[in-house]
């Protein structure tokens, strides 16, 4: 009898673990919850072509999108990304290269050399560095599907650094769709290959720019260094988070809305680093230059003897105490190839470094013709250090007194779109505007962008002369570090009398983020990557 009510028990029990078993299988399953990294960068995602403006932000939204054939690892040595294997020619003229396996375009169609070949010649015909470069190529083909052949005219040694360089414009590699797009015109569609895919569908400018793991994407198996190694994405969603007001995207990182900001004010600092749960973060070899951009093309800026006496008009250490007002933070350089660098020299700087004196500054805008036209000044108003650089500029070139200044106040998109203008300033177009670039990118007189004086080749302003670009030519094809330095001496000297731009100042700015949220960021001294950050 007890035994049989034993059966009739154990048999119940089964029926009813059965028929839980079912209904889990049959119950939906639990959501697990979306992991989204939310950052503040120091500007808004308002372009989507990473060719056509060397705007930082716009290289911030390549580098999720797309991937590189090789990048920079942590001690910023060259090391392939996309590429798997490749060699070089007993005469270092031809390069034969072999992409790696898995890579796929966002839309599922597999990478192929094609696209290689297509995005490079797109992207040398913009970049600075890589006009350099396509200047001393003789063909550049594809293969087969995996293997391509970059064939120089001259043993160029700086290929692969080129190719692995991280300050805009970076060399990514697109569909040979949208690399066929006429360079000088922007791409709308946004399908890369690399670790993120773009969500255009809530793309929302002055708002948000919301990307999504690219499930697809076969990182490399190297450990993430700088921008190279494996890409491994551990959120699903990133989402750039727009605050104009630096003191509202303070306020955002310390009451935990945001997890990262990419460029804190320097105002700011001491109340992030006293904030429990905030870390500050910055790379050895990180760094701004600032860059004080002037139109070659017009006057007063067309004749040298008015871009000579800007020397004497301008004062660096103002613009260091009001844009990085901590003493740890700024370099007062007078190189125009950065200082802490290899290249490191201020030869030429006399003038730059003298007391300022306006009645040498005002008898050099004479013997320039200078008759009192106003001068157009681009004003950005809401980038984070442009905008006071810009007041500081403004206030000084007043205190000249000599000086009838137009100032222009308007977005920093503004100015990007605007400073591409070769029309006099009456027509549109423009005298001065401010700017920066990493101290990575100044250090090379080949990828330093607004050093070049190639003329319709150079930057905007268009800087011209053709002694300044052969030195530049010599530079590159030095045959050891010792001839790089000594001609380096001779840009530099070349530069100060020439003046293809004015750098206004050097200085670091740390990386804030909320430790207590995420962990795994990659520190370096460019561009940010948003792989390896994992939510906690």
């Not at 760094?287 to 004080?292: A, E, F, H, R, S």
């Not at 177009?429 to 003329?455: D, E, K, Q, R, Y």
């Amino acid at each position: 009898m007890h035994s049989s009510n034993r059966r009739v028990r154990r048999g119940a029990a089964a029926a009813l673990v059965a028929a839980g078993l079912l209904a889990l299988a049959a119950a939906p399953a639990i959501a697990q919850p979306t992991k989204t990294l939310r950052a503040t960068m120091h500007a808004d995602v308002r372009t989507l072509d990473p060719f056509w403006t060397t705007q930082t932000i716009a290289g911030i939204h390549g580098l999720m999108v797309y991937d590189t054939l090789f990048s920079s690892d942590a001690k910023l040595d060259p090391q392939p990304q996309m590429v798997e294997t490749w060699s070089v020619s007993d005469d270092r003229r031809v390069y034969t290269f072999k992409l790696r396996d898995g890579l796929k375009f966002h839309d599922g169609s597999p990478v192929t050399s094609r696209d290689v070949v297509a995005s490079m010649g797109r992207w040398g015909k913009r970049d600075g560095a890589g006009k350099q470069l396509m200047g001393f190529t003789s063909s550049l083909t594809a293969k087969d599907d995996k293997t391509f052949v970059w064939t120089l005219t001259e043993p160029y040694g700086l290929l692969i650094d080129i190719l692995a360089k991280t300050g805009t414009s970076i060399p990514f590699v697109m569909r040979e769709k949208e690399a066929m797009v006429d360079p000088f015109q922007q791409i709308q569609d946004v399908v890369g290959s690399g670790p993120f895919a773009f969500k255009r569908d809530e793309w929302m400018p002055g708002n948000k720019t919301v990307y999504v793991k690219n499930q697809d994407y076969v990182p490399r198996k190297e450990p993430a260094s700088g921008h190279a190694g494996g890409k491994v994405v551990k959120v699903d969603r990133v989402e750039f988070i727009w605050m104009a007001d630096p003191q509202t995207a303070q306020s955002a990182l310390v009451a935990g809305e945001i997890d990262y900001l990419e460029n804190p004010a320097p105002d700011f600092l001491p109340m992030l680093e006293s904030s429990p749960g905030v870390t500050l973060a910055v790379h050895p070899a990180a760094g701004t230059m600032g860059i004080l951009q002037l139109n070659h093309l017009h006057p007063p800026f067309n004749n040298v003897k008015a871009r000579q006496a800007m020397f004497h008009i301008i004062n660096m250490p103002d613009f260091l105490n009001t844009i990085a007002a901590d003493k740890k933070l700024q370099t007062v350089c007078y190189s125009y190839l950065g200082c802490g660098v290899a290249m490191e020299t201020d030869a030429g700087s006399e003038p730059y470094k003298a007391p300022k004196d306006y009645k040498k500054a005002e008898a050099l805008f004479q013997e320039a013709g200078y008759k009192g036209e106003p001068i157009t000044i681009l004003h950005a108003t809401d980038h984070a250090y442009i905008n006071p650089a810009n007041l500081v500029m403004i206030q000084q070139l007043r205190r000249a007194g000599f000086l009838k200044l137009d100032v222009q106040a308007m977005d920093w998109g503004s100015v990007v779109a605007r400073r591409a203008k070769k029309e006099p300033p009456a027509q549109g177009g423009w005298n001065i505007f401010i700017t920066g670039t990493t101290v990575l990118t100044s250090s090379n007189p080949v990828t330093n962008t607004a050093l070049g004086m190639g003329c319709e080749k150079a930057w905007f302003g268009w800087p011209c002369n053709a002694d300044f670009e052969k030195l530049r030519r010599d530079w590159a094809f030095a045959p050891d570090m010792a001839q790089r330095k000594r001609i380096a001496v001779e840009i530099s000297k070349k530069a100060y009398e020439q003046v293809p731009f004015i750098h206004f100042s050097q200085w670091r700015n740390p990386v804030a983020y909320r430790s207590d949220q995420i962990s795994g960021v990659l520190v370096v001294p460019s561009v940010p990557p948003m792989w390896n950050i994992e939510k906690k």
